[in-house]
């Protein structure tokens, strides 16, 4: 395999169409099972890879080096493989900030909630770092070192200004699920949902139902394919290309 994405489950993934938009190359889906997991990095039989749930920390022992990006995250969802060296970047970091910095989503000194505790999370809170949000508050299903229940967000934190989901609930096929009721947020002003299939979340339309800004996935998962293709072929795109390739991703999505 030259290009492609490895992920237990990439039946929904639009990947494929996003890259071959992109750059003049075939890019593969290619499922990958716990138990295939390990031959496939020790092999690492590829030009380059992007990483998906729930190998974005799993892959980090296998890696010869990090950038900075990946390193302050902690997650990789993009590999270089350089001369039988690999390389590990993060651009779900940089795919989320282009996503809120396009809908003009203002988090500074804003009490934010984030849904999920898994690589996904661990990108979208340090750009909310990185953006300076007053607090951000870990939820997920079990409490950890890092997360709280959604018990106690709903004891604590129905005060926050905006949301992320970073939790599977919501992605097809289970489409009619959501993470949260938005009602329980008086003072939410904007949510953003990593899920692009379907390209409208409930949680979204909900959010969109309140009055509140709402962000599905699409963009974000565009502008990180972008963003991981620059590391791939080693070249600067033009970013303008973003919103063209979401635009008709989003037009033949939404007929079919």
């Known amino acids: 395999m030259n290009y492609g994405l490895i992920g237990e489950k990439l039946g929904h993934s639009y990947s494929k169409d996003i890259h071959e938009m992109l750059a003049d190359y075939t890019y593969d889906l290619c499922p990958v099972t716990k138990e295939e997991f390990t031959t496939f990095m020790e092999e690492h039989a590829f030009d ?40 590990g970047h993060n651009t779900d970091f940089s795919g989320f900030l282009y996503m809120l910095k396009k809908h003009n989503i203002q988090v500074e000194g804003k009490k934010c909630v984030v849904l999920g505790d898994g690589g996904a999370s661990k990108a979208v809170v340090a750009v909310l770092k990185k953006l300076g949000a007053s607090e951000v508050v870990i939820v997920d299903i079990i409490k950890t070192e890092n ?9 604590k934190h129905t005060d926050a200004q905006f949301i992320a989901n970073t939790s599977p609930v919501g992605m097809f096929p289970k489409s009619d699920a959501s993470p949260v009721d938005l009602t329980r947020f008086p003072k939410c002003e904007a949510v953003a949902d990593v899920i692009y299939n379907p390209l409208e ?5 909900q959010a969109k139902s309140l009055g509140m800004i709402g962000v599905n996935g699409l963009e974000m998962l565009v502008a990180q394919a972008l963003y991981a293709v620059e590391f791939f072929l080693d070249k600067k795109l033009d970013e303008a290309q ?12 939404s007929e079919s």
């Open 48 to 87: 380059a890879i992007n990483v998906t749930i729930p190998y974005k920390q799993a892959v980090i022992p296998y890696l010869d080096s990090m950038d900075d990006n990946a390193k302050a995250i902690g997650a990789v969802n993009t590999i270089v493989n350089k001369n039988g060296k690999l390389e």
């Open 147 to 155: 997360a709280i229940t959604y018990e106690e967000c709903f004891e």
């Open 201 to 205: 979340t409930k949680l979204i339309s």
């Open 242 to 253: 973003i919103d063209e390739v979401y635009k008709k991703i989003y037009a033949e999505k």
